[in-house]
């Protein structure tokens, strides 16, 4: 669920972990709920140590500014997207709604995180394991130095780490700028097979589920579609999903723009969406509509999560099969 701006800017700050950011949110939706006025919301939120100085700096910020979600952003406390979210849910009226989706989402986020970690466990300890046994035949019969040895056993977990470090480096890059290269790497996403399809969908999710949210506060469709529009990531998405504003304005209904669409199926959507304009409730239509492809989503990351270690299983095999394969002596020669 989480995007990006038009206009974006290199953010000087990494998110907060998972679980901080949903602490944040409960606490923001709960002050909210007790009809706290932000600024005494803003004095009793506390993240902790890892979390005090950017309370601090977004507290200076909100009451210099009186913009909570600029100066959220600039002091590392919300991400570029809840930073767009928030200021449609301002302009939409009361932010609680999108304060509850945020602390759910990263809530979700957290209880994942700490799924695949614990499911990641027993495949890295046997990866180690093997590391460790592989080299011991070569340097039991002399082939192999102890220096060797140890080499053989780090060199692989490095290339892993650094393989990882880079990829995390590579989604804050892609999670924070607007750089020339970001719409190849936006149409190399849609490309892909099985995460293409799903990339996709989150972000038609984050527009449609943005848009219930400010037509349900009373804004007009046509001034609450730019605004949606600015929480979709992906710009090839956006600009998909920005062609139905010249329908709307020549007359068209919603339910007939989303049919020009092309980049994902709208059939649920288009028929919901029909359904809410023949009856009036359209804002619940589209609720609906984002719930269950919230729900898909969230299936499609538990099955992901639950396939990683068992492909992590089968290349350790691999790996080790191909070891074995290598190392066995060849045939021996006749006399």
Wanted: net charge positive; glycine share 8%; charged share 15%.
């Amino acid at each position: 669920m989480l995007t990006l701006c038009h206009n974006r800017r290199m953010t000087r700050h990494r998110p907060l972990p998972a679980l901080l950011r949903a602490q944040l949110y409960q606490h923001l939706a709960a002050m909210e709920k007790a009809g706290l006025p932000p600024d005494r919301a803003y004095a009793l939120l506390d993240l902790g140590r890892a979390g005090s100085a950017r309370v601090a700096a977004f507290r200076k910020l909100a009451a210099r500014r009186n913009e909570p979600a600029g100066a959220g952003l600039a002091s590392g406390l919300f991400t570029q997207f809840e930073a767009r979210l928030l200021r449609a849910a301002f302009a939409a009226g009361s932010p609680l709604p999108t304060y509850q989706r945020l602390a759910d989402f990263h809530a979700a986020r957290a209880r994942q995180l700490s799924t695949l970690r614990s499911r990641m466990v027993l495949p890295v300890a046997i990866l180690t394991l093997a590391l460790l046994v592989q080299p011991l035949p070569a340097l039991a019969g002399g082939t192999l130095s102890v220096g060797g040895y140890l080499w053989r056993v780090l060199a692989p977990l490095l290339v892993l780490g650094g393989a990882a470090l880079l990829a995390a480096r590579a989604i804050e890059w892609f999670g924070g700028g607007a750089s020339p290269p970001r719409a190849t790497v936006e149409r190399a996403l849609m490309a892909l097979p099985v995460f293409g399809p799903m990339h996709v969908r989150r972000n038609m999710r984050d527009f449609v589920d943005s848009l219930a949210l400010l037509l349900d506060a009373g804004l007009p469709l046509f001034d609450a579609m730019p605004v949606a529009l600015d929480t979709v990531d992906n710009r090839l998405v956006r600009a998909d999903l920005a062609a139905m504003l010249p329908q709307l304005i020549a007359g068209a209904t919603l339910a007939q723009a989303i049919r020009t669409l092309r980049l994902a199926d709208t059939g649920q959507w288009h028929a919901l969406a029909l359904t809410g304009e023949q009856s009036g409730t359209l804002p619940e239509m589209l609720r609906r509509h984002a719930a269950s492809e919230s729900d898909t989503i969230n299936r499609f990351q538990l099955e992901m999560m639950a396939w990683l270690p068992r492909v992590f299983y089968a290349l350790v095999a691999l790996w080790m099969a191909l070891g074995i394969l290598g190392s066995s002596p060849g045939p021996v020669a006749p006399l």
